[in-house]
């Protein structure tokens, strides 16, 4: 089974996709990457769901990759005595640490964190941004405000401060809990939310030990004036605008997203863009053209993935969704204004051999008929410099790793396959030339790129850059070593 198109799309799995039959026409109309939202659902429920996606992966022969989204501190406030309180604009209101129920004047913030780092003219949200309120004066266990859009504000609402970094880790006692279950299953990546500094991918990363990929979800904006340092952590980035439209303006979002997804590509890590990409479509077997068009101009950018939350956990039409992006993708993916996008902000970048052989391996597959660009890789590194390149040929991943194998399943234009250990050069060409016939990127008279590392089984290595046949007997005529 092959994509007809570059872009991965990562499906999110919940009540309307937990059965295998959901799971693999899901798998079937194009998702690539199974996300496990840990916010929600049971460890029961994630294990039967990982088990299934694995028997699925093991009877098509194809990888597939799992991210599990760990869920990040959540910040909310307590409970009011007499039910919802209106709040109007210009009226004062306190948030404090007393546990006594709310009411129309006051209610708990549970967090004296929040009240830790304040400062007068800081902006607390509530319910996604729908009430807003600047403070006036603050201590150690309360902040007077000053309401400046009011609303309705209810029990347990979820509160933003976005213009001040909270002393507050990523990861809490369950996202702690969910991290080593995820890894002690086999996820392949883990999501990491309310990353603030990149000390806190590096503790995520510390408690993975390597067994799965560590992506940074930015939602917040102090993870976007730390970007720099948060992706040279960081294996993979999200970015994840649900979050970032909330303790952001809404107009600066868009530019946030085409700022990072650059970056990203520049960096030879893979970026997500997600939520609400087609949101509509929880309730509608088709999309609003707005929504195709928030898509594609993801695609435009050149981003590896794009991402589906409730469309397909919870939604009325996951499989429709998942199939709507798909056509969307490969409807992007042949305009000429595509490639013209793509190769206008390819980084210019090189400071390696590595780097110089995949932009050799680049413009030979450009410029010549070259029907596939074949990479061998012990850790992933040279498959995401040739991504990174966004070549118009397929790019077979070729790995003897199966964590490596999977976790590939994320980035741009990787047709992933396992191979065994290899000792010579000349068997990795046999095998190049043997996966691009079987899996329909080229016949026998076409010729592929093949890149590798000798000594082989060695991680950065790569050095060898061959043009060869997919004829085998070609090969072995012409290469008796």
Not at 130 to 147: M, P
Not at 233 to 253: I, K, Q, T
Not at 375 to 382: K, V, Y
Not at 440 to 460: H, K, W
């Amino acid at each position: 089974m092959r994509r007809h198109r570059k872009v991965k799309i990562v499906a999110t799995l919940g009540p309307a996709s937990s059965d295998e039959a959901m799971i693999r026409k899901l798998f079937e109309a194009g998702a690539d990457v199974f996300r496990l939202n840990m916010s929600h659902g049971s460890h029961d429920d994630h294990r039967a769901r990982h088990a299934t996606i694995r028997k699925i992966e093991a009877e098509t022969g194809r990888p597939i990759a799992i991210l599990a989204d760990l869920q990040g501190p959540k910040l909310r406030v307590g409970q009011f005595e007499k039910g919802p309180v209106d709040l109007a604009n210009g009226q004062h209101f306190r948030f404090d640490l007393n546990d006594a129920k709310g009411d129309a004047n006051r209610v708990q913030l549970p967090h004296p964190e929040i009240f830790a780092a304040l400062q007068k003219g800081s902006e607390l949200l509530v319910n996604d941004g729908k009430i807003r309120l600047r403070v006036e004066e603050h201590g150690k266990d309360f902040a007077d405000c000053i309401v400046t859009a009011g609303g309705e504000i209810s029990d347990r609402k979820g509160v933003n401060v976005p213009d001040v970094v909270l002393p507050l880790a990523a990861l809490s006692q369950k996202d702690k809990a969910d991290l080593e279950f995820a890894c002690a299953m086999g996820v392949d990546w883990l999501a990491l939310s309310f990353v603030q500094r990149a000390e806190d991918v590096e503790e995520a990363k510390k408690l993975a030990r390597g067994r799965a990929a560590v992506l940074s979800k930015i939602e917040k904006p102090a993870a976007v004036r730390a970007f720099d340092s948060i992706l040279a952590v960081s294996d993979g980035v999200m970015v994840a605008r649900g979050d970032l439209g909330v303790e952001l303006p809404m107009h600066a979002v868009p530019p946030i997203q085409k700022r990072l997804v650059r970056a990203c590509r520049a960096a030879a890590k893979p970026v997500i863009v997600a939520t609400q990409m087609l949101e509509s479509m929880i309730e509608n077997p088709i999309p609003t053209r707005a929504e195709v068009s928030d898509v594609a101009t993801a695609i435009y950018e050149g981003t590896d993935a794009v991402m589906l939350s409730a469309e397909s956990a919870a939604g009325d039409f996951p499989v429709e969704a998942v199939t709507t992006m798909d056509s969307v993708a490969r409807s992007v993916e042949s305009d000429p204004n595509y490639r013209e996008m793509i190769e206008a902000t390819r980084s210019a970048k090189r400071h390696s051999v590595a780097d110089g052989i995949v932009t050799a391996a680049r413009e030979i597959a450009e410029t010549t008929d070259i029907a596939a660009i074949c990479a061998f890789t012990q850790s992933g590194t040279t498959v995401s410099l040739v991504a990174r390149e966004r070549p118009r040929v397929p790019i077979l991943a070729m790995t003897p790793v199966e964590t490596v194998l999977r976790r590939l399943c994320l980035t741009w234009g990787t047709h992933c396959v396992m191979t065994p250990r290899l000792n010579r050069f000349k068997e990795a060409v046999v095998q190049s030339a043997q996966a691009a016939r079987d899996a329909g990127f080229a016949d026998e008279t076409q010729q592929i790129v093949v890149m590798a590392g000798v000594p082989f089984n060695v991680p950065g290595t790569t050095n060898i850059l061959r043009i060869a046949p997919c004829d085998e007997r070609l090969i072995y005529s012409t290469d008796p070593e």
